[in-house]
């Protein structure tokens, strides 16, 4: 019955997501959505590792640029294709970086493992800046395709697109926390030794775990450069984007599957608003200052904070 | 060419000093009391822009003002490191929690930056900046021309006496060999009647005033922006675990390793491979010997 409830919530949005595109207008709408639907998947990539697994990756920025820049490579190398392509491909390039990454660094512990992670990021942004092929340290303009089946413009498709990236990112995500890989996963959290004496295999979940990251990453990645129609590494491979990833779960709660998409809604729309009405600046403080806050205060997240509430509820009913 | 490189390696050791400031406070905090502060980076550019700040408003030298703000960042680690053991340590958090508060902790202090300063460039002025100390005309060296920048000498002369001062305090004063004593054995530190939180806080203290240091010789070598502290993450990071996790002079030599490497690499195949180059090192010290060259085994 739960599950048919759960499909049943996926095809609605989907169906109300394509119904918008027909009713709306103004474009505004679109991108800033978008940009909600880009931070949840984020997130959502950002938690399978570090929520459910227990490995801090800071970088998150890495991936995503790597999926841009797939987008990049194949428009500079194929004549632009559709970008649909890009949107197969880029996943499978950054899933398969993420298991490289993941296989030379999964031996280090916590602490290490987090810090090569940013190494990592750095080596392939050091890469994109020397590689003039993609546009190098200057950047690369992208022209948007003029005419597009079914929409009535381009940032619609773009819209549809993300929008059906995040629904499948959420039931990966909730496919690995709520079967038996998820258990492994959270065993290794737990206590990664007793999980492996116990004959749960490590190595290999913890792969599984770093390549559906990178390849969602690369998800979310491979359209920005359409989103934004201007690549440069400086800000493909902003901090900024490892921050959020890490904020939108830390902020939802890292348990659960549900967590980071109610992190990515609530960050998300305080961001857009913030970022309309008063300034982008402020909008990156209140960013940190929710993020640090949340950390500190309620380790859960608020999905930590409505069981803590149930839970006191129900005593109260006792 | 003999000539570049002589040049590519003096500068290098001279940059690499500079980077031992900037990892000194990551040494002790990281290295001995097992607190991953990947902020510590951007306490250094708050150095800087304090440095910058006095110099242009005051005309003082920065090096002079980051010496008499030294209680100031003192007292701000001590606030830091109360507010980590209330919140993460006291709890069993600080594995994940902890490095998530640190990088939020990194993120808001160079967006607060911004917000003041915005992202210009800044930099200071002070008598040796611009001049430069040609070896040649005091030692022959058979036609070659070596030359030492005060810009560079400066900062790596202050690292170097500042690097054997928390040396020398570490290793013979009683509060030194207490925070040494609390990174090998926390419980019997307990046990011995000390109160490993009092000893962590005091060092924790230190290693951020070290970075109020590196930070006036930072904006003395280059013209600082907020984000410039991200590029260091890394380096400081390589350093410290290439140095064998809270070992001083081991610090101290990694540092200059990291330093030669990179003028080096900008030398001989370009500048804009250089930032590379620590996270190279440091990727490939994490897979051969994790324990760093300097480190126990």
Known sequence: MKLNKFWFIIAAVFLIGIAFTMVADNEFYFYATYAVMQLMIMGIAWNILGGFTGYVNFGSGGFFAAGAYTTVFLHRAFDAPPLLIAVLVAPMVCGLIGLGVGYFTLRLKGVYFAIATL????????????????????????????????FDSYIEWLFVLILAITLIAIIVSRYLNSSKIGQGLAAIRDDELAA??????????????????GGLMGAAGAPFPYFITFVEPASAFNLLVAVMAIAVPMIGGTASWIGPVIGGLLLGT???????????????????????????????GITGLYQDFMRKRRKGND | MIELFINAVVAGVLLGGFYAAVALGLSIVFGRLDI??????????????????VNENFGLDPIVTSFLFLPVFFLLGIGMYRFYYICFERTGQESLSGLAYFFGIMFIIEVLIILVYGVDYRNVQAPYIGYSLWIN??????????SLPYRMLVPFAVAAVVTGGVYLYLSKTYLGRAILAVSQDRVALQLMGANPIKVKQWAFGIAIATA???????????????????????????????????????????????????TL????????????????????TLAVRPQGLFGRA
């Open chain 2, 212 to 262: 109020a240091i590196a930070g006036a010789l930072l904006i003395v070598i280059h013209p600082v922006e907020p984000s410039v502290g991200r590029l260091y993450i890394g380096r400081v990071f390589a350093i410290v675990i290439l140095g064998g996790m809270g070992s001083i002079s081991g610090t101290f030599f990694a540092a200059l390793m990291i330093g030669i490497a990179e």
């Open chain 1, 119 to 150: 190494a990592v990021a750095i080596i392939l942004e050091t890469i994109v800046v020397n590689w003039e092929f993609v546009g190098g340290a200057g950047g690369y303009y992208l022209l948007i395709p003029e005419n597009v089946v079914f």
């Open chain 1, 196 to 213: 492996e004496s116990m004959g749960v295999p490590t190595l290999k979940l913890k792969l599984i775990s770093t390549t559906v990251m």
């Open chain 1, 270 to 300: 305080i961001q857009e608003t913030v970022t309309v009405n008063i300034s982008s600046e402020l909008n990156l403080l209140i960013v940190g200052v929710v993020l640090v806050g949340f950390i500190s205060l309620a380790p859960q």
């Open chain 2, 137 to 146: 005309d005091w030692i022959p060296l058979g036609g070659f021309r070596v």
């Open chain 2, 265 to 284: 690499i900008s030398t001989f195949i370009g500048p804009s491979w250089a930032p590379a180059a620590a996270y190279g090192i440091l990727l490939v």
């Open chain 2, 36 to 53: 991953v502060n990947i902020a510590h980076p951007a306490f250094v550019i708050i150095g800087s822009y304090m440095a910058f700040y």
